[in-house]
């Protein structure tokens, strides 16, 4: 056991966020994400709620400010509402980086954001069910 270390980060979430490098990016996927079918490597956390985890992790994760955007969301429908964990993601995201990185999200659609979390260094699946609970992060340096 190690101190501090949030509970939902389970030992091979850890590993993988020390493993990656400068440039790499992770997905923290919602339950409905089909990350076991499209992910290089992939951890599942299904009881964990994706803000959750995100808040976990931002503890320790340096976002790449080499980057305009480095984090970046699946977008809704044009007819769809903003989704309220956008609200989250957002507060969590100030509260950890405080603007050294992070200024807003990037939008791309949803067949899109599939072919980029393709190439994710891991996609970790929660038990979010709510709509649109998908962000992947890009890791810069310390």
């Known amino acids: 056991m190690l101190k501090n270390i949030p509970p939902v980060i389970s030992p091979e979430l850890m590993k993988a966020l020390m493993e990656m490098g400068h440039n790499d990016y992770i997905v923290l996927a919602d339950a409905n994400y089909p990350g076991m079918s499209g992910a290089r490597r992939a951890i599942r956390l299904d009881g964990v709620p994706v803000d959750t985890l995100l808040d976990a992790v931002m503890r320790f994760f340096p976002l790449d400010s080499f980057v305009e955007y480095p984090v ?37 659609g949803r067949m899109e954001f599939y072919e980029y979390a393709r190439g994710a260094y891991t996609i970790v699946q929660t038990g979010t069910t709510a709509r649109y609970a998908n962000i992947a992060l890009q890791k810069g340096v310390v």
Do not use: C, H, N
């Open 72 to 108: 970046t969301l699946m977008r809704q429908l044009p007819d769809e509402p903003t989704p309220e964990i956008w609200s989250k993601f957002d507060e969590i995201l100030r509260k950890w980086d405080a603007g050294k990185a992070y200024q807003e999200f990037r939008l791309i």
